[in-house]
C-alpha cells in the first residue's frame, strides 16, 4: 500500500509563518535589490507559496541614501507624476529624489514589481525603508539577510 500524499496545499492567513528580514542597501544595485525584495515581500521563496495570498515576509531596508544606479540612469532615468491641475505633470530623477527623500527610489521600485492590485497593495504595506542605519522594529527580533544567498 502506498502512502503518499500528492495533495496541493494551499496556505492561508492562519496558517502562513511570517519573519522579519533587515537588508542592508549600501553598495547594492537599485533594481537588483528591488527585485530580490519583490520575491521576498511575495513569499515566492517558500514552499508554501500561494499566489493570492499574503504568505510574504516584511522587510526593513537601511541605508536608502547610499543605493547605486549603473550606468547614467542617475541622471537620465525620469519620474512622472501629475498633480492633478492641467500642465501638472511634474518630472524628477533619481538625484533629486535621493536628495529630498531618499526612501522613495527603493519604495517606487519595489512597488513597480509588485502585483497591480489589492494584494500588491498589502504586499507593499510589509516594506519599511529607511535612509539611515537605524530603524524602530526591533522588538520583531529582525534577521539579517544577505542578498547574494537569494538566486
Not at 492562519?14 to 553598495?27: L, Q, Y
Not at 522588538?139 to 539577510?145: E, H, T
Request: hydrophobic share 35%; with cysteine.
Amino acid at each position: 500500500m502506498d502512502t503518499l500524499s500528492y495533495k496541493t496545499v494551499s496556505a492561508n492567513k492562519a496558517t502562513v509563518v511570517k519573519e522579519w528580514f533587515v537588508i542592508d542597501a549600501e553598495n547594492e544595485v537599485l533594481g537588483r535589490l528591488a527585485s530580490k525584495v519583490a520575491l521576498i515581500l511575495r513569499g515566492k521563496l517558500k514552499p508554501s507559496y500561494t499566489p493570492h495570498v499574503d504568505c510574504g515576509d516584511n522587510v526593513i531596508i537601511l541605508n536608502a541614501e547610499k543605493i547605486r544606479l549603473t550606468g547614467k540612469k542617475m541622471s537620465d532615468k525620469q519620474y512622472v507624476r501629475y498633480t492633478g491641475y492641467p500642465g501638472g505633470q511634474r518630472f524628477a530623477n533619481p538625484e533629486m529624489v535621493l536628495a529630498k527623500h531618499p526612501e522613495r527610489v527603493i519604495e517606487m521600485a519595489v512597488k513597480g514589481m509588485l502585483p497591480k492590485n489589492r494584494l500588491g497593495s498589502q504586499l507593499f504595506r510589509n516594506l519599511n525603508v529607511y535612509a539611515g542605519s537605524e530603524h524602530k522594529h526591533e522588538a520583531q527580533q529582525p534577521k539579517k539577510l544577505d542578498l547574494n544567498t537569494i538566486k
